[in-house]
Every structure is written in structure tokens, then in C-alpha cells.
């Protein structure tokens, strides 16, 4: 069986870290081998950290997940997100980074914010 490799975006752990059990248990179930994250995810997660220890907590749960770091063909396929969505869909630097991420490597993208996503043909998701 060939899994799905799932970039989670940064509001599914978000969740995870309000203590919300279906989402981890349906993270779980995705498998730790098969979850990618990505440096905009990392850092949005950071900057949401409330002090130094939480950060701590944070750096150390998303260490166990792969990075997929941003290469020059998603920085290619961001900037052709941006330039595309940027005004007529109002299409988030962060979200663009994700989307291109997703795109590029051939990750499904598990969000809870669809919409922010939706007009980008290319982007798989990921539904548990």
C-alpha cells in the first residue's frame, strides 16, 4: 500500500496543542512517517508560542514530523501563486507557501481553512 504524505497546515496544530483529541487521534492515524510539515508552518507556530517553554514544547513535538524546506522550484511555484491569487483571491504569503509546498513535492494538505485553498486546482487534500 502506497500512503499519502500529508502536509498539515498550521491550524491543525494549533488544535493539537489546545488538546483536541480527534485531531490527534486522526494525526496518529496518518502516521508520524507520513506527516510533512514546512519552515512557514514551523514558524507560525513559533511565533504563536506564549513564552520561552511553550516554544520549547512546540520546537520539540514538530521535530518528529518531516521538513520540507523551500527549495528554488517552490519558490517558483509561490511566486506564481501570489502573482495569480494574491489580488483576486486575496491568497496569504503564508498560504501561498504552503499551497506551493503541497504542490511541488506531491503532499496532500490537511487544513481546516478549505476556502483559503479551494481556488488552487493543483492542491490535493488531504480528508481523514
Not at 498539515?8 to 494525526?27: A, M, P, S, W, Y
Not at 510533512?36 to 513564552?51: F, H, T, V, W
Not at 483576486?88 to 503564508?94: A, D, E, H, I, T
Request: proline residues 2%; contains cysteine.
Amino acid at each position: 500500500m502506497n500512503k499519502k504524505i500529508v502536509l498539515c497546515d498550521t491550524n491543525i496544530f494549533v488544535k493539537i496543542f489546545r488538546g483536541d483529541e480527534i485531531v490527534l487521534e486522526q494525526l496518529e492515524n496518518i502516521g508520524v512517517d507520513y506527516v510533512a510539515i514546512s519552515p512557514i508552518i514551523k514558524c507560525e507556530l513559533y511565533n504563536g508560542s506564549r513564552n520561552k517553554q511553550d516554544l520549547k514544547k512546540v520546537k520539540t513535538y514538530l521535530s518528529a514530523y518531516t521538513n520540507y524546506h523551500i527549495s528554488t522550484e517552490i519558490s517558483k511555484k509561490f511566486q506564481e501563486l501570489i502573482t495569480t491569487y494574491g489580488y483576486s483571491k486575496n491568497l496569504k504569503v503564508p498560504d501561498a507557501l504552503i499551497a506551493a509546498t503541497s504542490i511541488v513535492e506531491g503532499l496532500y494538505l490537511w487544513t481546516f481553512n478549505i476556502s483559503d485553498f479551494d481556488f488552487i486546482e493543483e492542491i490535493r487534500f488531504y480528508k481523514p
